[in-house]
């Protein structure tokens, strides 16, 4: 899409990564000419389902076509900030979830290593509110500004909008609620820069004490401070895809019986970020976390009222925003570029898909998108 008009159908999704860098270097290249402040939000197709990789980087990984992705989105991210290299540039890389279940994406005749990540450690995976799904990684990069360091405090990506926010000194209206709080503060702690306050080396406050994980309408889990409860739980998922796997079966899948759960299930995720060991309800400080979280469930509700209809439904009535895949058609229907290394993707056991056509060309059978 090209804001409200269909660009491309079906869409070359070998070549769409190196068309989305060449359009965000493009665009702050173009802002910096202008002397003009920018902001950019690059969300890359890479790594997920369906995985695919350019020329230049397919069947060169020693993971297949997942590790070929991982490659090319890293060679992307690296020309975006040599573009912004220099400047008064804050950058934040994350994941929206974590790594999906090892067989939730899997196509007939892929191998499990060469499609997922992992989520190793940690209970679950995409699609589960449980930590598998929830943990993704988190840099923040500004030169100059702050400095290198690890933080361990909890944040998130709804804290993205008032973080830059903050950093370019924009006020933010006082007639709405947010979930979202201010990382600079905590990153200014270590060491750089001072902004709107002086850089300090002592311990500042934790941004977000209190976090509500949904699955879809649903709030199945909270985390205050050190503690999660787990309001509603599904059956974690395979958690990785590595040589690590059988981590679940050797640790905890027990906690059934899954769904609605009376009392809430209570965690110290600090101590136990495996989720591995339930809290006594009758414990005192079970008492005292899930009264608290109670409470602060209550006032949740209060300040987001009813929330807005979702838009997966929405049934497109004109034809220019018609694209082929949504649910009628799924459509992941080009073939691979030119010079692909198809030979080391069959080895992999990644084109299963594609089919020789007439003349010996290779067109592509319609695969599933799930995002």
């Avoid at 002086?198 to 909270?222: D, E, I, K």
């Avoid at 899954?258 to 209570?266: D, K, S, T």
């Amino acid at each position: 899409m090209w804001n409200n008009t269909v660009y491309e159908q079906p869409a070359n999704l070998a070549t769409v990564n190196a068309r989305y860098t060449e359009h965000a270097v493009s665009y702050v290249t173009s802002a910096q000419e202008l002397g003009a402040p920018f902001f950019l939000y690059l969300a890359f197709g890479h790594v997920h389902t369906p995985q695919y990789a350019s020329a230049e980087h397919a069947g060169k990984s020693k993971r297949g076509i997942f590790g070929d992705s991982v490659a090319e989105v890293d060679q992307a991210v690296g020309k975006v900030l040599d573009a912004v290299a220099g400047t008064n540039t804050l950058a934040i890389l994350s994941s929206d979830n974590g790594a999906p279940d090892a067989h939730q994406h899997l196509q007939a005749g892929q191998l499990i290593d060469a499609i997922t990540g992992s989520n190793f450690g940690f209970l679950g995976s995409k699609t589960q509110t449980w930590e598998g799904g929830l943990r993704v990684p988190g840099v923040v990069w500004w030169p100059e500004v702050i400095l290198p360091q690890v933080r361990h405090e909890v944040a998130s990506t709804l804290d993205v909008f008032a973080t830059v926010a903050d950093a370019a000194k924009a006020a933010l209206p006082h007639d709405r609620a947010y979930d979202s709080v201010s990382l600079l503060p905590l990153l200014l702690a270590g060491g750089g820069t001072p902004l709107t306050t002086p850089a300090t080396t002592t311990a500042v406050p934790p941004p977000r004490n209190l976090s509500f994980f949904y699955a879809g309408a649903h709030l199945q889990a909270v985390r205050m401070g050190a503690y999660k409860a787990h309001l509603i739980t599904q059956q974690p998922n395979e958690p990785h895809a590595g040589p690590e796997r059988g981590f679940l079966n050797q640790s905890a899948s027990g906690h059934a019986p899954y769904g609605v759960q009376n009392p809430w299930q209570l965690f110290n995720v600090e101590h136990d970020p495996a989720e591995l060991h339930v809290i006594s309800a009758s414990s005192g400080i079970a008492k005292q976390v899930l009264s608290a979280i109670a409470a602060a469930i209550t006032e949740h509700f209060a300040s987001v009222g009813t929330p807005p209809p979702g838009v997966l439904d929405h049934t497109c009535t004109t034809t220019d925003c018609r694209i082929c895949c949504d649910r009628a058609k799924q459509c992941v229907c080009n073939p691979p570029p030119a010079g692909m290394h198809l030979a080391g993707m069959i080895n992999h056991g990644i084109v299963e898909g594609l089919l020789p056509a007439a003349g010996g060309a290779f067109q592509s059978v319609r695969l599933t998108n799930e995002g």
